[in-house]
């Protein structure tokens, strides 16, 4: 059974640091890509940040560059999102995502862990 698990989310000052873990189980994992997405009020789907299979190559959304870091630890079937320097906007919910590195069309999702930066 696939399973892409998410935690570490939690309610955090501005200006504060959070890290999200995403444990995967049921494949693969590292053949598998790995994105980080996050979804917030009222606003569409967004790509945060993505590592390839060995974590050689990463990529991050305009938004989180240098304030976010992706990692991957593939002996634990794990993938890491280092936030930090979080502002009020970065209050979204955040999801794992994998992508099978030969067919892009076989993906999971995670269940989401909700982040929220507040005062």
């Known amino acids: 059974q696939v399973q892409l698990v998410e935690s570490g989310g939690g309610l955090v000052q501005p200006g504060g640091s959070l890290r999200l873990s995403c444990a995967a189980s049921?494949?693969?994992?590292?053949?598998?890509?790995m994105r980080w997405y996050r979804q917030g009020p009222g606003k569409e789907r967004e790509l945060v940040a993505a590592?390839?299979?060995?974590?050689?190559?990463?990529n991050y959304g305009d938004s989180v560059k240098g304030r976010f870091t992706i990692s991957r630890d593939n002996a634990k079937n794990t993938v890491y999102l280092q936030m930090n320097s979080l502002k009020p906007e970065d209050t979204a919910v955040y999801y794992c995502?994998?992508?099978?590195?030969?067919?892009?069309?076989?993906?999971?999702w995670g269940q989401g862990t909700q982040v929220t930066v507040s005062s």
């Open positions: 995502n994998a992508v099978y590195m030969y067919k892009y069309e076989e993906t999971y």
């Open positions: 049921g494949f693969a994992f590292s053949s598998y890509v």
């Open positions: 590592i390839t299979t060995s974590g050689a190559t990463t």
